[in-house]
């Protein structure tokens, strides 16, 4: 069974850290996966994209807002992906959500997503 389940979130203050991790069952990284992605969204918003990075995890692209906070990474020979937030705003709530662009067939493998509360 192909799974992409998210973990480590929940209640943080302003200017606190978190990291998230996301772990793949059934596909493999490097063998099927074109890239990887985090998205997030607000209730009564659009989900928005939040970082790209390559299955090898040599390359890393960013939203504006979250550049220089958020870091992306892989830990590929356990197919694990990776988000640490730093330095959270009360905007940086959502539920934060991982996808894979698998390539045969061609399709988008999300997780269900995990609530991240930036609150004091």
């Known amino acids: 069974q192909v799974q992409f389940v998210e973990s480590g979130g929940g209640l943080v203050q302003p200017g606190g850290s978190l990291g998230l991790s996301c772990i793949a069952s059934g596909f493999v990284f490097n063998e099927n996966v074109a890239e990887l992605s985090w998205y997030r969204q607000v209730p009564g918003k659009e989900r928005e994209w939040i970082a790209n990075i390559t299955t090898t995890g040599a390359f890393t692209w960013y939203r504006d807002s979250v550049k220089d906070r958020f870091t992306c990474s892989t830990s590929n020979g356990e197919n694990i992906l990776y988000l640490q937030l730093n330095d959270l705003t009360p905007e940086d709530t959502a539920v934060y959500y991982c996808?894979?662009?698998?390539?045969?067939?061609?399709?988008?493998?999300w997780g269900k997503g995990i609530l991240v509360t930036v609150s004091s």
């Open positions: 996808k894979a662009d698998q390539i045969v067939p061609r399709a988008e493998l």
